[in-house]
């Protein structure tokens, strides 16, 4: 049962920009811990970003920092993620995650995972 849709990947040239949205599916989650997570062919999952339910902290990885911004807007449950300058190397299947207990870098910690929405960055 899927409990998180993501949209808005797409095909975009180098240095452009693109922004995720992953949407409840079902049920709310606007007290959870929520993050996006990425998985390129070949692979691990890999985290990307996350946020605390209130969206006063946020985290990134070093490889997206200062291009990416994670956002929420508990009003409406959503929660975006803007890419800018992307790479190449930020081609991949963005995963949106869910948890009622903590912010976390690792896939093990979250509870409730979207289906992904692919990101291809051309060169």
């Known amino acids: 049962q899927v409990q998180l849709v993501e949209s808005g990947g797409g095909l975009v040239e180098s240095g452009g920009s693109l922004r995720l949205s992953c949407t409840p599916s079902g049920r709310t989650f606007m007290n959870y811990e929520r993050a996006w997570f990425r998985q390129a062919p070949g692979k691990e999952r890999e985290f990307v970003a996350a946020?605390?339910?209130?969206?006063?902290?946020?985290y990134y990885a070093s490889s997206v920092k200062g291009r990416f911004t994670i956002s929420r807007d508990n009003a409406k449950n959503l929660v975006y993620l803007q890419m800018n300058s992307l790479k190449p190397e930020d081609t991949a299947v963005y995963f949106c995650?869910?948890?009622?207990?903590?912010?976390?870098?690792?896939?093990?910690?979250?509870?409730?995972w979207g289906q992904g929405t692919q990101v291809t960055v051309s060169s």
């Open positions: 946020i605390s339910w209130s969206g006063d902290n946020t």
């Open positions: 995650a869910a948890d009622p207990l903590r912010v976390s870098l690792f896939t093990s910690d979250y509870k409730f």
